[in-house]
């Protein structure tokens, strides 16, 4: 339906992305002799065969293992560029582990030049590309919604993000005299025939409502007479946690309505990321453990490390771990400080706890209590990025839409946190994190952690 790239786009820029390798390593060359950083190199720069080989090898294979050159995932500019920035960001992690094992005398500046020209070359050519589609595109392919319900508008909403594609949208027809943004009702069902045939239609797509899929059949055999693609979209898909796939079961195509939110490639590269950067942390946060086991257990009575049954991905209780910031009793006291908004929306948590202790207000106001959760996320039971694990008694009180939230590892911080912290409702701090979990990449990961440390330190929204 809206698709700019085919397989001669593809070739294109697999070639073009080979091209830009090449050139990138030929100018960091350059730039490792010319630039005054690191040692100074008083001959030109020879590039070692070792380092050719794998940066050709390693971008291609990452590129292609992350899905980069899959048209379905880069309709969009700004979805290709940031699947490039994070295909390249974990290439070069590669890169630096394979020459650590091959060839350690290559220049640690020359692989940075070489990754941030690479990176920028790949993505300038592709911002030429877009401009050249947007400015010289061939004809428009025109398209009709038939169903002018809720899926309708969402349809609609989403091929008017896509217009530069190369889709119009002409109209849509529907039995009701409802309204699909600022869309002419060309007709009704009936109708269908002879408006695709009268306004030239390209494509139609089905958005009927369930009391109309009876007449589906009778549609879509009556639009098979035309030189019109017809694509349907399942009135069910409001269910989906986050993506539905079509999965061939013995010749018989089945939706799955629970897909992982994360594609085994980015799991795989999230868990990673948890294993390196987590273990570091814990290495390097261990001195503050002691001192903060000791102020907990001065200020008073108690373990000093908390332990608590939370929700985490798809659902699975696991017991996580936080510094005690409360007295002993606190969850026999939780309904004193249970507070709901004007609208009934019940409010995370209270600035006035009267539970939290001297030492406990310390740590949530900087974060520390949060540090024994890096234990959590060593046993893979969190991650570093991700939606806050919920208390049982909380997700018992969700709205079905809210358990939408569970669908990716549960994390230590998360955009719900950069963007409100804990004076935010709880209804609204999961549109935050349904956000996420629709614009996952690593790089979001590393912009979430790079601005946690910010709010951390402004203190703003924690109590």
């Not at 010319?34 to 940066?55: C, D, H, K, N, R």
């Not at 269910?239 to 999965?247: G, H, I, N, P």
């Not at 939606?387 to 969700?398: A, F, G, N, S």
């Amino acid at each position: 339906m809206v698709r700019r790239q085919g397989a001669t786009y593809t070739l294109l820029a697999i070639i073009l992305d080979v091209l830009c390798t090449l050139s990138a390593l030929a100018f960091s060359g350059y730039l490792r002799a010319a630039l005054p950083f690191g040692a100074l190199i008083e001959s030109e720069v020879v590039l070692p065969p070792t380092l050719i080989a794998l940066a050709i090898l390693i971008w291609l294979i990452v590129f292609f293992t992350l899905s980069v050159y899959d048209p379905r995932r880069n309709v969009r500019l700004l979805d290709e560029v940031r699947h490039v920035l994070s295909a390249s960001f974990f290439a070069l992690l590669v890169l630096a582990g394979a020459l650590y094992f091959t060839d350690r005398d290559v220049s640690r500046l020359l692989v940075v030049y070489l990754a941030a020209l690479d990176t920028t070359l790949r993505v300038l050519w592709r911002l030429v590309v877009h401009l050249i589609f947007a400015r010289g595109r061939v004809k428009a392919r025109r398209a009709l919604i038939v169903g002018g319900g809720e899926l309708g508008q969402q349809i609609a909403e989403t091929l008017h993000g896509y217009a530069w594609a190369g889709v119009v949208l002409v109209g849509f027809l529907d039995d009701q005299e409802s309204a699909v943004l600022d869309l002419p009702h060309l007709g009704k069902l009936a109708e269908a025939h002879r408006i695709v045939k009268a306004h030239a239609i390209d494509e139609v797509i089905i958005t009927l409502p369930y009391r109309d899929y009876e007449r589906l059949n009778d549609l879509i055999l009556e639009l098979q007479r035309l030189p019109v693609q017809v694509r349907v979209a399942p009135n069910y898909l409001n269910l989906v946690l986050y993506r539905a796939t079509v999965e061939d079961f013995g010749g018989v195509p089945l939706i799955n309505l629970r897909d992982p939110a994360l594609t085994i490639y980015q799991r795989t590269v999230k868990r990673a990321f948890d294993l390196i950067i987590g273990t570091l942390s814990l290495i390097l946060s261990a001195p503050l453990w002691a001192g903060i086991w000791l102020a907990i257990r001065l200020d008073s009575s108690g373990a000093a490390l908390f332990k608590q049954v939370r929700v985490g991905e798809n659902g699975k209780p696991f017991t996580m771990y936080k510094f005690r910031t409360m007295t002993h009793d606190a969850e026999a006291r939780q309904a004193e400080v249970l507070r709901y908004d004007e609208h009934g929306n019940l409010i995370h948590k209270a600035i006035d706890d009267p539970r939290v202790t001297r030492v406990g207000k310390f740590l949530r106001r900087t974060s520390l209590d949060e540090l024994p959760q890096l234990i959590n996320v060593l046993k893979g039971e969190m991650s570093l990025v991700g939606p806050r694990p919920e208390v049982l008694w909380m997700v018992e009180k969700y709205q079905a839409w809210q358990l939408k939230r569970f669908a990716v590892p549960q994390g230590m911080t998360g955009w719900w946190q950069i963007n409100g912290r804990s004076d935010k409702p709880m209804h609204l701090h999961t549109e935050d994190d349904l956000y996420y979990i629709q614009n996952y990449s690593i790089l979001l990961d590393l912009v979430i952690l790079w601005r946690t440390l910010f709010v951390v330190v402004r203190r703003k929204g924690a109590f």
